[in-house]
């Protein structure tokens, strides 16, 4: 491809005309980069060989990162996809403008909330992504901020002006956890030298998991390889700031969808060309670069690479270039309902430590997930811990969590050692714990408030969400925050402040007593009475939470009650009483026969629906 030229005769005749016009590209081509960036789906940094990966093997990877910058403190915001690509698109945390649930397309101010690729077009720039949007946002169409968005020609850059520069999005989803679906019986790859995450049994059929996806992800460095090759062919190489890094880890279980290690820190490699060299992160090409970078900079520092305006709402941090930031201390990540499991965790971590808040901490992990269960892996671990043959180690995905979890991922990637009450960390746990409440009340953090409560609240007020958590009135951050540390504590002499507040005129204070009165498990026997009110409160969610207390302290016949009138009437929050159905356990097993009796959905959007998985596995 020919750029920036002129008729041939005309620069003959005009010498003049040729140095102006060469040193015109020149200042344009450092003023205005090309800019392509390569996305992977899924695959974390232990599936990278040039971070030490050993299971598949990335020679275009490794490559790049000789010819550029590898980033070895780089992580995702959100774990999964469509909540982390929301994260992308507007440069904010999902959690501050309720984009944050998986696949849920909240309503945003799109009048003042920018997304990135208009910046760019303002700024002379084409843009392309003929791949995969997905930005979990409501009121606008997920192609539309794009100059080209699919069609036969798979790399976008092609499709620009004659001297226009570009920034172009090349998505590949031969890594995606589908490729880890289906049969084990056709690998290559030697399922015994798989190096297996500590808290997978070793079992053969999740070897040959590992040596499926393993393949699957040198398919994926291929594609990378693929694209260089046509940016080569095409004679702009040496113009362009090529970008990699995979859309958030993965893909084994416990790994995407989750906020350890395995499932947020992303490979991410930078390669500059050498006429652009003022825009080097200070070290030499081919070394590493220890800066903390998180997902929500990147939007921020690709406007800032291109010159184009950077509105007041970009919440990251320029990590590279001549417009570069300060490196921030830490990084935020969240995770709250991934496809019908029901979840809300905050991370702060720097690069080595991480403080994990489980805010629903009765739940499991590795509550039964169905497309999550479509990889052989995954159930077979679950069999295998069924049967009681797992340790410590393996089994804790399985079982309830500890409120608080403090991990050291130097000497713990696989984040399975809680160091919560280590007495030599609870200095850096002490202030990883500040900084996120600061965070939280930065960002107006949109989750203290279940995740159709919020909605309701919303809608009732006629506002976006994004507009109803910066209402104090409508959304009282401050106070939800301490009532959901008093929740989290466990401690039973706040026993008499839970019952108090379940009779609190705002629903989403009953809602943290209720969830306090739950971890009290035992404890909460005193407040009976006050369950037993609750049960007709006008929030679906603290009715249902009453109900499963009340049956855990011997009152079945309350609880299931209630929970049947949920279940089988409907409720306003139907996700979360088929989740604590699931989570009550045995006494609820008659609920679901007769919910599965009366015509109830056995198919949910990804796949078997909770009632039916827990038919399917208790044999009702």
């Not at 930005?135 to 539309?144: F, P, S, V």
């Not at 820190?265 to 220890?290: A, F, Q, S």
Request: hydrophobic share 35%; glycine share 8%; proline share 5%.
């Amino acid at each position: 491809m020919q750029r920036y030229t002129l008729p041939r005769l005309a620069l003959l005749r005009c010498p003049l005309i040729l140095i102006i016009c060469l040193l015109g590209t020149f200042t344009l081509a450092q003023d205005k980069p090309n800019i392509l960036w390569i996305t992977s789906e899924d695959n974390g940094i232990s599936w990278v060989s040039c971070y030490g990966g050993t299971n598949a093997d990335t020679p275009a990877i490794d490559q790049l990162a000789k010819e550029g910058f590898r980033y070895t403190n780089c992580f995702d915001n959100a774990a999964v996809c469509a909540p982390t690509r929301s994260v992308w698109i507007t440069g904010m945390y999902g959690i501050s403008n309720g984009t944050q649930p998986m696949r849920s397309r909240n309503l945003i101010p799109h009048d003042k909330i920018k997304y990135y690729p208009d910046l760019l077009n303002a700024a002379g720039y084409h843009t392309s992504n003929p791949g995969k949007t997905d930005y979990n946002i409501g009121g606008r169409e997920d192609k539309d901020p794009w100059d080209y968005k699919g069609g036969k020609e798979p790399y976008g850059w092609r499709m620009c002006e004659p001297g226009q520069p570009f920034f172009a999005v090349f998505n590949i989803t031969d890594s995606h956890e589908s490729r880890a679906h289906g049969s084990l019986e056709e690998i290559r790859k030697d399922p015994a030298i798989m190096k297996l995450f500590s808290y997978h049994p070793d079992l053969p059929v999740i070897r040959k998991n590992y040596a499926k996806y393993a393949e699957a992800v040198e398919n994926m460095d291929r594609k990378v390889q693929e694209a260089i090759d046509a940016l080569k062919a095409d004679g702009l190489y040496e113009d362009t700031i090529i970008i990699y890094n995979s859309d958030h880890g993965g893909v084994m279980a416990r790994s995407k969808r989750f906020l350890y290690s395995s499932g947020v820190h992303c490979p991410l490699v930078v390669r500059i060309p050498e006429k652009m060299k003022h825009l080097y992160p200070g070290n030499e090409p081919g070394t590493t670069v220890d800066r903390l970078v998180s997902f929500v900079d990147m939007p921020k520092t690709w406007l800032s690479l291109a010159g184009a305006e950077i509105p007041d709402t970009f919440q990251g941090t320029v990590f590279l270039g001549n417009g570069i930031e300060p490196e921030p201390k830490y990084h935020l990540g969240f995770r709250e309902r991934a496809d019908e499991r029901l979840d809300y965790v905050r991370l702060m971590r720097t690069g080595r430590y991480s403080y994990h808040k489980n805010y629903y901490p009765f739940a499991p992990a590795g509550h039964h997930l169905a497309y999550l269960w479509k990889a052989q892996l995954t159930p077979a671990w679950e069999q295998h811990h069924r049967e009681g043959k797992t340790n410590e180690i393996t089994g804790q995905f399985f079982e309830p969590r500890a409120s608080e979890e403090f991990f050291d991922n130097e000497s713990d990637f696989d984040n399975v050692y809680n160091l919560i009450n280590a007495p030599e960390h609870q200095a850096m746990i002490a202030e990883l714990k500040v900084a996120l409440r600061q965070k939280q009340l930065e960002l107006r953090d949109s989750g203290l408030l279940p995740e159709k409560m919020r909605e309701r609240r919303a809608v009732e007020n006629n506002l976006t969400i994004y507009k109803m958590v910066r209402d104090e009135r409508l959304y009282p951050l401050e106070s939800y925050l301490d009532a959901a540390d008093r929740a989290l504590a466990r401690d039973k002499a706040n026993l008499a402040t839970f019952k108090k507040w379940m009779s609190h005129e705002d629903e989403g204070i009953r809602w943290w007593a209720v969830v306090g009165l739950r971890l009290l498990d035992k404890n909460a026997r005193s407040a009976t009475a006050v369950l037993k009110k609750a049960l007709k409160d006008e929030s679906h969610e603290v009715r249902v939470m009453a109900a499963w207390i009340l049956i855990d302290l011997g009152r079945s016949d309350l609880g299931l009650a209630t929970l049947e009138t949920l279940l089988i009437n409907g409720s306003e929050n139907e996700p979360m009483v088929h989740n604590v159905i699931d989570w009550v356990g045995e006494p609820a097993f008659p609920l679901v026969k007769k919910y599965l009796d009366n015509g109830g959905s056995r198919e949910g959007r990804y796949g078997i629906s909770i009632m039916a998985r827990i038919a399917q596995v208790e044999g009702l």
